[in-house]
């Protein structure tokens, strides 16, 4: 990234266009990139927390049927 950086000044100063351009270009998608795979952690994460919920929810449920037998079959 500092790397980049340092080649972009170079380029100003060299006063190439299209190079610039296409390096800017480059800067931009290596952002896009870096952004992409924050968001796929983070997605990751929620899915992951959303999974722990979804298997708490069944195990209470469960709990809960069991405690319904119990009492049928204590009645």
Do not use: D, G, H, R
């Not at 380029?11 to 351009?21: G, H, R, T, V, Y």
């Not at 896009?32 to 992951?48: A, D, E, G, Y």
Request: no cysteine; aromatic share 2%; proline share 1%.
């Amino acid at each position: 990234m500092l790397l980049l950086l340092l080649i972009l000044k170079l380029l100003i100063l060299l006063q190439q266009p299209l190079i610039l351009l296409l390096l800017l270009l480059l800067l931009l998608l290596l952002l896009l990139l870096m952004l992409l795979l924050q968001l796929i952690l983070l997605l990751k994460q929620l899915v992951l927390l959303l999974l722990l919920v979804v298997f708490v929810l069944l195990l209470l449920l469960l709990l809960l049927l069991l405690l319904l037998l119990l009492l049928l079959l204590l009645v």
